[in-house]
């Protein structure tokens, strides 16, 4: 345990390593960008590339402050976009709430015209059973004697007697 493991692959250096010119990295991250997608790290590298490119005069320095500008406008762009469409999601869900509301509203007074007419309502949602308020009995008649009242046993005895 003390022992470190020994390496699976054992990597060798081919030559002495060199160091990479500010030209070449700035052509080789050029190179890069054209494939990269849309990310904040694109930004990066872009704006990375762009010192490189004004330091080793590739670009002038207005070109590299018109790039950084244009950055920031779709930046800006972006966000006002996403803003609007949030503000437009917030609006349809209050149009929405209002809506609902108002159906609401109406199936409320639906009932209550529902309710004038003699029935009452149980349960509360739609789809509910009614029953009428005459006074009828739902469940059929009330048997008269029932085996398991303990007074019916009492009653059954003073009969027999």
């Known amino acids: 345990m003390d022992k470190p493991l020994a390496a699976p692959v054992l990597i060798t250096p081919l030559s002495a390593s060199t160091k990479l010119p500010p030209s070449a990295a700035y ?15 694109r930004t990066q ?3 990375l590339a762009d010192a490189l490119g004004v330091e080793t005069g590739a670009l002038a320095e207005s070109e590299g402050a018109r790039r950084e500008a244009e950055r920031r406008a779709r ?3 972006e966000k006002a976009e996403r803003r609007r469409r949030r ?3 917030k609006r349809r869900a209050e149009q929405g709430e209002i809506e609902g509301l108002l159906e609401d509203d109406n199936d409320a007074d639906a009932d209550e015209d529902a309710g004038q007419d003699g029935d009452v309502e149980m349960g509360g ?26 007074d019916n046993k009492d ?4 009969m027999s007697d």
């Open 45 to 47: 590298l872009e704006r």
């Open 87 to 89: 503000e437009e999601d």
């Open 125 to 150: 949602e739609d789809g509910d059973e009614k029953m009428d308020d005459r006074g009828d009995v739902e469940y059929g008649d009330v048997v008269e004697s029932d085996e398991d009242e303990p």
């Open 27 to 41: 052509g080789q991250l050029v190179h890069c960008l054209a494939d990269l997608p849309a990310s904040p790290a």
């Open 75 to 77: 930046r800006a762009a």
């Open 155 to 158: 009653d059954e005895d003073d």
